[in-house]
């Protein structure tokens, strides 16, 4: 309902005809106490249906749980333990020799 003030104004005229000064101020409040407890009971409902989906949310979603103790006697196959041990020594200069290699010309 897009109406302007020449609409709005008209509605008022024709109100103020139909019902008479003196019942205008009493049906505006009983259309404002309407309006409120539409509104009220919406927001209501509204509050009720986001609550029941974040239960059924709750409900579906799957729980982790920790991993399960192995037993204690038993050793997983590919372990470290079963990897040879690699000796890794740095890298070295050796005297005289830079990191980055020089053109002959420079």
Known sequence: MNLG???????FIGALILFGPK????IGRQIGKALNEFK????????????EIANL???TTPQILPPAEPPP???ASGTML???ALEHAPAQ???GTDSIAKAPDA
């Open 40 to 51: 009220r009971a919406s927001n209501e409902f509204k509050a009720q249906i986001e609550t």
């Open 57 to 59: 949310e709750r409900e």
């Open 5 to 11: 003030f020449p609409e709005m104004v008209f509605i």
């Open 23 to 26: 019942k205008l101020p009493e």
């Open 82 to 84: 079963d990897a040879p």
């Open 93 to 95: 200069l050796t005297p």
């Open 73 to 75: 006697d038993a050793v």
